[in-house]
């Protein structure tokens, strides 16, 4: 602690140099923040996905399933919770401004209870003819709690011969990084109904829960052999393996992606760094040489270059992590609204991360002007005739 | 005319001397090279799939999909507004007299990529009578065309490249049993990645009732107006129709951009650790040239001439990264295949994209640099002196 003014003046001796090397780190970090909270987030999301749910699909974009696949399944021993839905889609005002809904039955909000709030799902519960949504979605549209949402969908012509659905708004949650592009959920029960007759009783989707996750991946194939040569095959995935990593960037390998810019822009300026500690140890050899002959020892020499580095690096690191944290939350504002990712969310694990790596980037960046230090000869640099 | 030569004395003078300054200036080559490296090398793969995206199928054709569809999975024509569709005005006519429409059946066909174990999806997609002649760049390259009416596929070249069991005489599975891959082909466009099956027993194996969408060449350019009327006022039908390129680019659109404002925010963050990268390394340089440019205040120069080349020292170390940055972006990258989702395309670095690298590079040099250039161009003769 002593020697913390020694380290200070140090800094001080050349406070633009100090700030502009913060700054770049901060830059850095800002960059390794964004990465690696990215592939952090990609990772949660998997872990989070309940091992116990799992997603039965037209296999081939069949939207239509009849819900006696939905009542088959329920029978299925070892199955213990069964909801369906089906999906609205079209637009709102103009047909650019894309739209949609999800039409959830009633046991729905109690499986993905991830996905809105308890207070979202009970509100279009307790009225079919609402519609609860993300605020995203709400802020995309303008809507706020009790306006009318109108959505126009070509596709599903109701009985009156209408294809315009009006919902109230009854319910608004926050957005979470399952749902990157935010969503909005009506009730299966009034879809169904407003359907023609020849078309009521089709759904497209059936999420269902198991009583035992370690059989998850075996009742999905037996799902799928159950309907395989049906007028309706079916593609049944675990949560777990349809959120796994790799599956959700297009099959790219995300970790190597995100750690190799990350890592990319640290190497940046570690060349900076260890720049500017070379040239500041240079500048001072008359002080070190002073210091040496006190009594300093190297050990403590070198420690005492290398807090100096740590400083601005540690500093950078954790300013990094915080604009990194300020940028994601805008995320969602810019994202396409039908190509998104989870806004990276800064865990505690990105910003231990990062000072780890913000102490290997001084104590690197130190070690050769530690070299330097150490095989100085201190009555040359002294006389000057170094 | 002086200034000019001051210009270039002062700049020739700075540069003899940066050798001195060697491990200095490196860090704004290697920051450059940095920033243009990374940025060509995320930028290749968004404009390899944004090109091969627009440039998908024939620019002389235009599609069908149903009303307010952005995928074309969600699109569903029935059979009766098919027969309706194939017939419309404004379509070319094969040398028979018949249309040149044809309607496809498309689907994703959960298989496992090639790379890694993860789930892909294939898109499996079905010709009519007219598919081939509606792709003028499809041509067999091993096997054989399937026969219509049987259980036979075509897989383009590319497929094995992104899935896995996708080559000449793999078995695909669908619910009528085992599809046999019997030819390999090739167009030269996303295509090649896909599965292709005859349109009507691909629709029954799959249990489509409707098609998924309907492409015809035009008679010619302007024919487009007089189809797409005779189509969109048709009371039997709702459906949109758009030229094939229009609809390329609106359903690439977000991807696109989500890609763009990614490697753009990337690059910019990058810019600017480098962009301080370069401020401190031309305040050193000035600092330890503070000598040399006093004794040439001395001598009568002028601050705007020994401004100008800090300003050119700094452009040309970042010109120098940049193109290093670049030039290996270029040879890791360009014209290789890559692959994402159920696209396979060819990575680009173009020179258009280099030249905007570069830039980059020279913006960077120019704002790190102008800070200390003008503090350079403000010493007095005492001032640089006494800096030392």
Redesign the interface.
């Known amino acids: 602690m002593k020697y913390l003014p020694l380290v200070w003046a140090a800094l001080r001796r050349k406070p633009i140099r100090t700030l502009v090397t913060f700054l770049s780190v901060t830059a850095a970090f800002t960059l390794f923040g964004l990465m690696i909270g990215l592939n952090d987030t990609f990772h949660k999301l998997q872990e989070r996905a309940p091992a116990n749910r799992i997603w039965t699909v037209g296999r081939f974009g069949d939207r239509a399933l009849p819900i006696a696949v939905a009542h088959r399944i329920a029978r299925i021993p070892g199955i213990k919770r069964v909801s369906v839905m089906s999906y609205l889609q079209g637009y709102v005002g103009d047909p650019k401004n894309i739209a949609g809904a999800l039409m959830a039955d009633d046991v729905y909000g109690d499986i993905f209870t991830d996905q809105l709030t308890p207070e979202g799902w009970e509100s279009i519960r307790r009225d079919h003819t609402s519609v609860t949504m993300s605020r995203q979605q709400a802020e995309h549209f303008h809507l706020k709690v009790g306006d009318t949402y109108t959505l126009i969908a070509p596709q599903s012509v109701k009985a009156d011969g209408s294809n315009v659905w009006t919902f109230k708004v009854g319910h608004i949650s926050e957005d979470v990084p399952q749902v990157p592009n935010g969503m909005i959920a009506g009730s299966y029960d009034y879809y169904d109904r407003s359907m023609p007759l020849a078309q009521q009783g089709t759904i497209a989707e059936v999420d269902f829960i198991v009583a035992d996750p370690a059989k998850a991946a075996a009742l999905s194939q037996q799902i799928d052999r159950l309907f395989a040569n049906s007028a309706h095959p079916t593609h049944t995935t675990p949560e777990k393996a349809l959120f796994a990593v790799n599956n959700f960037f297009g099959g790219m390998d995300v970790g190597a992606l995100t750690h190799g810019i990350a890592i990319i822009g640290l190497l940046m300026i570690l060349f900076l760094i260890g720049n500017v500690i070379a040239q500041s140890v240079r500048e001072r050899r008359a002080e070190f040489a002073a210091l040496k002959t006190i009594g300093f020892s190297d050990a403590k020499l070198i420690a005492l270059v290398a807090i100096e580095a740590a400083l601005p690096c540690i500093a950078g690191a954790v300013c990094g992590v915080l604009i990194a944290a300020a940028l994601s939350d805008q995320l969602p504002k810019v994202m396409p609204r039908t190509f998104g990712i989870p806004p990276p969310v800064m865990s505690p694990a990105v910003y231990m991360s990062a000072l780890v790596s913000a102490c290997l980037l001084a104590l690197v960046s130190t070690a050769l002007p530690a070299l330097r230090l150490r095989r100085q000869d201190i009555a040359a640099v002294l006389s000057g005739r170094a | 005319m002086t200034m000019l030569r001051q210009i270039v004395i002062v700049s020739l003078l700075g540069l003899r001397t940066l050798r001195r300054r060697l491990?200095?200036s490196?860090?704004i080559v290697?920051?450059m090279a940095?920033?243009t490296?990374?940025l060509l090398s995320?930028l290749s793969m968004a404009e390899g799939m944004h090109q091969a995206a627009l440039n998908y199928g024939d620019p002389r054709a235009a599609i069908v999909v149903?009303?307010?569809?952005?995928?074309e999975?969600?699109s569903?024509i029935p059979r009766d507004q098919a027969r309706i569709i194939l017939n419309a005005p404004g379509i070319a006519r094969a040398s028979d007299g018949s249309p040149l429409s044809d309607t496809s059946a498309m689907?994703?066909?959960?298989v496992e990529?090639s790379?890694?174990?993860?789930?892909?999806f294939i898109i499996?997609r079905s010709f009519g009578k007219e598919g081939q002649a509606l792709r003028p760049t499809f041509h067999m390259v091993a096997g054989r065309m399937f026969r219509p009416g049987t259980h036979e596929l075509i897989a383009g070249v590319k497929a094995p490249f992104?899935f896995k069991g996708m080559a000449l005489g793999d078995k695909v599975i669908l619910?009528d049993g085992e599809w046999p891959i019997v030819g390999t082909f090739a167009t030269g466009d996303l295509l090649d990645a896909q599965l292709v099956g005859d349109t009507e027993t691909v629709m029954q194996s799959?249990?489509?009732k409707a098609y998924t969408t309907i492409t015809a060449r035009l008679a010619s350019p302007s024919a487009f107006a007089a189809f797409r009327t005779a189509l969109t006022t048709n009371p039997l039908l709702?459906v949109?129709v758009m030229r094939l390129p229009d609809w390329n680019a609106m359903t690439s659109?977000?991807?696109s951009?989500?890609f763009h404002?990614a490697i753009y925010?990337?690059g910019v963050?990058?810019a600017?650790?480098?962009?301080?990268?370069c401020?401190?390394?031309m305040?050193?340089a000035v600092e330890s040239r503070s000598n040399e440019i006093a004794t040439l205040r001395a001598l009568g120069y002028g601050g705007f001439a020994i401004a100008v080349s800090i300003l050119l020292e700094a452009a040309i170390l970042s010109v120098a990264g940049g193109l290093i940055g670049a030039s290996i972006a270029w040879t890791l990258f360009d014209g290789v295949q890559s692959?994402?989702?159920s696209d396979v395309f060819t990575l680009i670095v173009s020179p258009a994209m280099i030249a905007t690298a570069i830039l980059w590079a020279i913006a960077v040099a120019l704002l790190g640099g102008i800070l200390p250039s003008i503090q350079a161009a403000r010493w007095t003769v005492s001032d640089a002196l006494r800096a030392r």
Not at chain 2, 66 to 71: D, G, L, N, V
Not at chain 2, 115 to 120: S, V
């Open positions: 491990w200095q490196l860090v290697v920051g940095c920033v490296g990374v995320m149903s009303r307010a569809t952005i995928f999975n969600q569903a689907t994703f066909l959960p990529m790379r890694n174990d993860a789930q892909g499996l992104q619910p799959i249990r489509h709702a949109d659109a977000d991807t951009a989500f404002l925010g990337i963050i990058l600017i650790g480098a962009l301080f990268g401020f401190n390394t305040y050193a692959g994402f989702g």
